[in-house]
């Protein structure tokens, strides 16, 4: 075969998997857009269509309007400051601890930074899910039921974010540690002075993802809340119920911030968090 042929050939199956990504990622996300446009009878007799219904404007007035539980306490705006506190909190606390523990891992020289390493990188075969009731019980101990910081705490603690950082600050030439050293900084003004400013990009990157991780948390939040105005917008969707055109439309306005982060911020996000030190400004 000519080799032109070879790589058109190539081209167009690239393209037909592209497509079918596209299709699989994208079905389940107009599915969403199409029931928040139809009435509940119409999603439980007739199945969801892909044609927009008639509505769409009652359904997202009924969720504006919510006001749900037993002591009216559940509505749209509480559980859309709730789940943006919770997952701008995830994304801080994640950024900060795994900058600290990458640079403790690497510029403090221990001798056993290696196994602590790996001691990390271990608990990421332990999700949260899978230790749910110890963390439950440190956290009762802390007295932080029923709080928007122990919903926080226990997803903060994220070993990839310690392994982007590590990567990147290993990829730094060393004569960062030198220059610092013969300025006199110590370990706080090169951090603050050299490192931080470094891993701005870097930092940004893993911010956006660890948002999009608490934005995103259910389990977690349904255990360690016991009161109405705690609820997050995830909940909501389950109390107002799948299988209706309000749940459905809040569904919809649950998804459209990590959307729209990921359509502003997409393109650099994967190149943030796998660039090395000498291809970050």
């Known amino acids: 075969m000519i080799p032109g042929e070879n790589r058109l050939l190539r081209q167009i199956v690239c393209h037909l998997i592209l ?3 596209v299709i699989f990622l994208v079905t389940p996300l107009l599915t969403i857009l199409m029931a928040s446009t139809m009435s509940s009878a119409d999603i439980r007799e007739g199945g969801i269509h892909y044609l927009p219904g008639d509505d769409a404007l009652r359904n997202f007035a ?20 709730n789940s943006v506190v919770v997952a701008t909190g995830v994304a801080a606390f994640t950024t900060v601890f795994s ?11 221990q001798h056993f930074a290696g196994a602590l390493f790996a001691l990390i990188f271990v608990t990421l075969l332990f999700p949260i899910e899978a230790r749910f009731v110890t963390t ?3 956290t009762s101990a802390l007295g932080l039921i029923d709080t928007r910081i122990g919903m926080v705490l226990p997803a903060i603690a994220a070993a990839l974010g310690t392994l982007f950082f590590r990567q990147l600050f290993r990829s730094f030439p060393e004569e960062y540690l030198e220059a610092a050293k013969l300025d006199a900084a110590g370990p706080w003004r090169f951090l603050i002075d050299i490192i931080v400013p470094l891993s701005r990009r870097r930092g940004m990157a893993l911010f956006l993802v660890s948002f999009m991780i608490g934005w995103n948390q259910y389990l977690w939040p349904l255990m360690v809340s016991t009161t109405e105005q705690n609820y997050t917008l995830v909940r909501g969707v389950q109390l107002i119920g799948q299988l209706s055109g309000p749940g459905m439309a ?13 359509l502003m911020f997409g393109r650099s996000l994967m190149r943030d968090l796998t ?7």
Request: glycine residues 8%; proline residues 5%; charged residues 10%.
């Open 250 to 262: 809040l569904a919809t306005l649950t998804i459209l911030p990590p959307l729209l982060l990921l």
């Open 19 to 21: 497509g079918a990504g």
């Open 62 to 81: 009924r969720i504006f309007s919510l006001k749900a539980g037993f002591t009216e306490q559940i509505t749209t705006a509480r559980m859309l400051w």
């Open 136 to 138: 439950f019980q440190v």
């Open 275 to 281: 660039a090395t030190g000498d291809q970050l400004p």
């Open 99 to 109: 900058l600290l523990a990458a640079y403790a891992l690497v510029y403090f020289r």
